[in-house]
Structure formats: C-alpha cells, structure tokens
C-alpha cells in the first residue's frame, strides 16, 4: 500500500527515473539540476524529504529506477530519518536499486561512530556508499556523473549489464573482526 | 596479490597466534600501504571507539595536594602533543632557565634594546605528582610564567601572566609500552593565558622536544560521554544541574540552552542504566548504548514540548556543577573528585587526535 515497489508499472523507453530522498532538502536540489541535464538518456528526477511517499501522486509517478538516500553527517537526524524511510521501500529495490550518498564526510568534527553506523547500514544492505561534496559546483558535477553511471545501468539502459551485477562490485564492506585480524596479521 | 594471501592463509594454520607485543600502529601503516578502497577504513579505527568506560571513580578531596587544587582554579583551551624527545623529569629547572631566555629573546626581538624597567619574565615548572594511574604514565607537569619588576620587594606576590600543564592520564597501556626509549608521552596540554604567550611556550616545545602542537576539540559524542558520566555522579556528589547547549542550522543560527535539574536527570540516567539493576550488582560501567539512549531521551522530552528536533543540531557545550566542556576545546573543571575520569577521557581524546 504505502510500500515503494520497483516493477510495479511499466518502463519508458530510453528513460530513467531517479528518486532523491534527503531530509535537509539541499543538495538534492542542485544535483536535479545538474542530473536532467543528461542527453544520452531522458532523466526524471523526483524529489522527496522522506518515504513513504503521498498517495496522491501515486497515477502520475513514473516508475522509479534507482533511490538515492542523501545523508549529511554532521546531523544525527539525517541518518535517522534516512533509517525510518528505508523501511518503506520494496524488497525487489535492494537488489542493486538504492544507493547512499554521504555529505561531510570529511568534517573535523564528525564523530566517527556516525561514519561507521552508516558504513555499517550500507554494508549490511548491500548497497553501493558514496561520498560527495555538495558546496562547490565541481563537486555536484562529480557527484551527478557518478549517480548517472548507476542510474543508466538501474535503468537497463546498459547492454549486458544489470544493478544486481553492478551492486555487488560496487557495495560498501565492513570487514567483521576475524577478517580484520586475519588482514593485519598479513605483514608479519 | 595480497587479499589472495591472506584469504588462503587461514585454512593452515589451526593456532591463530595473537601477537601482543606488536605495536598496532606499526601494523597500520603497513596496512594501508597494501590496500587503498574508497570507503575502506583500515580495521584499526574500529578498535579505537570505545564503547564502554569505567564508572567514575571518585578521589577524596584530603588526597590532594596544593598544585592538583591549581588545575582547578581556571577555564583551560586544550590541545594534543605528539611525545616528547628526551624530555626528562630531573631536569625541570634547566628548563625553566631555558623557556624564560626563551621568552625573553622572543620579546626583545625587533625592539631597541633599551636598559630599563622592564618587568622580565620567570618561568617555573613544578610536577604535580598523584595523577598518574599506572607505573608506565609519566607525571603531569605544570608551568607558570611570572612577571616581575625589578624594583618590588622580594615577597611581593608575582602576578602569574600564563600557566599551562602537559599531562597523560589513563592512557592506552599497549601504546605507551610500544613507544621508543627516549621518549615521553604527555599528550594533553592545557593551557591559559594570553594567545601569544601560548605560542611562544609552543614554538619553544617544538624547538627542545621535536613535538607538534595541534588543536584538540571535543566532537559531540565525547561531550555526550561526559554529561552521562557527570550525571552518573550526581548519586554520590551532586552536580546541581545539567546545562546543554545546542546550535542548530536554522536561519539565523539558534542557540537553544537546555538546562535539567540534577534529580531528574539523575532518575532518567537510572532508568537507562539497566532498568532493574541493584546497587550491589553494577560493575561499574557505562556502555555507549546507554549513554544514546540517555540522550535521545533527553531529545525527545525537548520535541514533545517545543516541537524543535534537537537531533539537527550540534551540541555544543555540557556544564554541571563538576564542570564544563565546550565544542571549540575548552575544559574547566570545578570539582576534585571526579577530576581523574574527566581527565581520562580528554586524555584519551588526545591520543586518538594525535597523528600517528
């Protein structure tokens, strides 16, 4: 009813459609911007704050390809409400249509038990982790190229490639202890 | 090459020797230059958080000797130092001598020099001794830097220009035994007084020790460990109240002080604290989750009344009546009892700030 699911309507040729979901409602701006300006391929981009998502809109929503989480770290409510949402997306989208891109990654005062929680999110999802920096114009460019190159192949519109192929060469790991122990025991 | 390796290496050996005496750190370097991943942290990191503490211990005010009740007196800025090369606890007063030539040289460059009355300067280093916690720590130092006219009378009190104190409380066993012979490791420095005299002090460790200076912040996680601890306390020395202080991105910036009177803090860090447990049962420590579960109840008590989500903001300062951190570094600590834990974490902070 209220869940997101991945094959529910039919597709549009050589299109994509991609849901941005962030809860600060910035960055997913820009990247729109930057995103539609696609030509190899006609890009719809949604917008949203959080899922689910409103009913009303339910007739006229293209059928979403990829679902990007965009998650600033320096706020504790960002990953919050990114972990409330995902509990209404479809199972059928974990098999390589979501992604999470992060925002200051780099800040000197992020605490580093948010950056593991997220890895640990992302890892535990099996789902591609990425790191963007969404204050210069570069940096959006940058980041819009690396959602499109996951967006065409979400979308089928890569021969011979499909997300579930994509996402397991490209998901996020933590490594458990055993096998942290196992790689530091390497050099002796 | 090298994942191969490791992967295939397991099935062999059926004893997986633990090596103890391996410096972790040696291991990280190595580490990293074999494997570079975009979003693959060296499984060193995850060792680092610390996800449960000690309860706080509390230290009897009779214990303390005069130059410990010093470090209580003011606000301090706090800052990390990377260990000391040769720096020997025999021979402080050499080094008072050399710091005051020091400063001094420093002042007069630039300037005519002129024969005067000019008030100079005298340093003195003292060791502050009972704060170490094991054999392997190296005492605090603490030092002052006096003004004084040539023309007053010998017992005049001098007025104290800056004072400042290097320390390492509580710091990592494994790491301090690993470190080489000929240096100490003193990691947390303290200092107040005027900017410029701070550099100087600075610029002078640099030059004698081969050390480096860098900025210590406290992240809002290790504020949130400190009011719990605090709090924690309030059973057996009453903190009065827990002050919280948070900025959140709204245009323009808010500031929201939140402020809890001591028994209701106190009886909402219980009820997180294992719900059901008795007195004579606790082993005396605080685990992370409570700690997050104390907060976010906190948090949401807050939204349930005014409606703002405290959880967008940063936290940017703890105050009770044992104390008060702040985001940009500052430490001051009102109350000897609780000093060692406090002093613990900071430590702690420090060396996990420090370039390794």
């Known amino acids: 009813m209220s869940v997101l699911r991945p094959l529910s309507k039919l597709p549009d040729i050589n299109a994509a459609s991609v849901l941005l979901v962030e809860n600060e409602e910035d960055f997913q701006q820009k990247l729109a911007g930057v995103m539609v300006k696609e030509k190899s391929v006609m890009v719809k981009v949604r917008l949203a704050k959080s899922l689910p998502l409103p009913a009303k809109n339910e007739q006229n929503r293209p059928r979403i390809d990829l679902v990007v989480f965009l998650i600033n770290l320096m706020s504790a409510l960002s990953l919050q409400s ?14 390589g249509k979501v992604c999470f891109m992060v925002t200051n990654a780099r800040h000197a005062a992020l605490p580093a038990e948010r950056m593991l929680a997220v890895r640990k999110l992302a890892s535990g999802l099996r789902c591609p982790l990425l790191y963007a920096e969404d204050q210069t114009p570069d940096g959006v460019t940058n980041a819009a190229e690396r959602l499109l ?24 790991i933590v490594p458990t202890e055993e096998e942290e122990q196992q790689n530091l025991d390497f050099d002796a | 090459m090298d994942p191969h390796t490791s992967v295939a290496r397991s099935p ?10 391996k410096s972790y750190r040696q291991s990280y370097r190595s580490y990293v230059g074999t494997m570079s991943h975009l979003a693959y942290t060296p499984g060193f990191t995850k060792r680092r958080l610390t996800t ?14 005069p130059e410990q009740r010093a470090l209580l007196v003011r606000e301090w800025q706090l800052s990390y130092v990377t260990p000391l090369y040769r720096f020997q606890h025999g021979h402080l007063k050499t080094y008072s001598r050399q710091l005051a030539a020091f400063l001094v040289s420093e002042r007069q460059q630039g300037v005519a020099a002129e024969v005067g009355l000019e008030s100079t300067l005298r340093v003195t280093f003292t060791l502050v001794a009972g704060m170490a916690q094991t054999e392997e720590e190296a005492d605090t130092v603490f030092i002052k830097i006096h003004s004084k006219t040539p023309l007053a009378p010998p017992d005049d009190p001098q007025k104290v220009l800056w004072s400042g104190w290097l320390t390492c409380v509580g710091g990592d066993p494994d790491y301090l035994r690993t470190l080489p012979e000929d240096f100490v ?66 245009e323009p910036p808010m500031e929201v002080i939140y402020a809890m009177h001591a028994q209701d803090t106190s009886e ?89």
């Open chain 2, 185 to 250: 490791c003193l990691p947390l420095f303290c200092s107040g007084g005027t900017e410029g005299l701070t550099a100087l002090v600075k610029a002078w460790f640099q030059r004698t020790f081969d050390c480096c200076f860098g900025r210590l912040e406290i992240n809002s996680v290790n504020l949130q460990w400190l009011a719990a601890l605090w709090t924690d306390c309030h059973a057996r020395t009453s903190i009065k109240q827990l002050k919280l202080v948070w900025s959140l991105p709204a």
């Open chain 2, 12 to 21: 062999f050996s059926s004893v997986v020797q633990r090596r103890r005496s």
């Open chain 1, 149 to 172: 190159v996951i967006l065409r192949v979400a979308a089928g519109c890569v021969p011979m490639t499909t997300a579930l192929f994509l996402s397991n060469l490209t998901s996020c």
């Open chain 2, 52 to 65: 449960c503490r000690l309860a706080p211990k509390r230290c009897s005010t009779a214990e303390m000797n």
């Open chain 2, 268 to 356: 909402l860090w219980r009820s997180v604290r294992q719900p059901g447990l008795r007195e004579e049962e606790d082993d005396g420590s605080v685990g992370l989750e409570e700690v997050a579960c104390f907060f976010k109840g906190l948090k949401s008590h807050f939204y349930r009344h005014f409606r703002v989500e405290l959880s967008a903001g940063r936290l940017t300062q703890v105050s009770t009546a044992l104390g008060s951190a702040k985001h940009g570094g500052r430490i001051k600590i009102s109350n000897s009892s609780y000093m060692i834990t406090t002093l613990t974490l900071l430590t702690e902070c420090a060396l996990l700030k420090m370039p390794i």
């Open chain 1, 82 to 95: 990114a972990e409330a949402s995902l509990k209404h997306l479809g199972q059928g989208y974990f098999l």
